[in-house]
């Protein structure tokens, strides 16, 4: 009986995770989200069976105990940085304001709210989105919006340069409860 209530007030969670990806989903179409019912019935059953769940962060922590999950499951994980991650020695000073993005590239991380918000500003501004995207719907969105307004540049790889440039780090993400890019884009400050 415990179980099953567990898993009953596990799958609400999941139910809130899936009704953000139905949300980006609707307003931005160009992806089909990652979260199907098999991984949902997946996740489901992973949360049943594990002896600890490992948390970022007070928020997370309290999404879950707030849906069912016993607090004796859930232990704190702090987040830090490797230690590649710094300021930089001599840091490129221009009149060039730098937003930087870094992580996949695809409607649940918030890409076109991030884009459509870039190019809305105006000046010399230069939007760096360090990272892949992994569907042909979101390569062809990226190219259309790079013809649009080449201050957008999508540069895969290693991130350290772009966030030791940055004026200002955007993690516009429709789902973390708490990321690690941010903490990486922190460290280089």
């Known amino acids: 009986k415990y179980q099953q209530l567990e898993l009953v007030s596990a799958n609400s969670h999941t139910n809130n995770v899936r009704l953000q990806h139905e949300k980006a989903i609707q307003a931005f179409p160009i992806e089909k989200s990652w979260l199907n019912a098999t991984q949902q019935k997946k996740t489901l059953k992973e949360y049943e069976v594990a002896d600890i769940i490992h948390v970022a962060s007070e928020y997370t922590r309290q999404s879950f105990l707030e849906q069912g999950i016993p607090a004796k499951k859930l ?78 540049r999508i540069s895969p790889g290693n991130p350290l340069p772009y966030l030791q440039q940055s004026n200002v780090y955007v993690h516009p993400s429709f789902e973390d409860g708490f990321a690690y890019a941010p903490m990486e884009a922190l460290a280089c400050k």
Do not use: C
């Open 75 to 152: 232990q704190r994980f702090v987040f830090k940085p490797s230690p590649l991650f710094q300021p930089a020695n001599n840091p490129h000073k221009d009149d060039i304001f730098r937003v930087v993005y870094t992580g996949s590239l695809t409607v649940m991380k918030g890409i076109p709210i991030l884009i459509e918000a870039f190019s809305r500003l105006s000046g010399r501004a230069e939007l760096i989105l360090v990272g892949g995207s992994g569907t042909r719907g979101m390569r062809i969105y990226l190219q259309e919006w790079q013809q649009r307004d080449p201050r957008i």
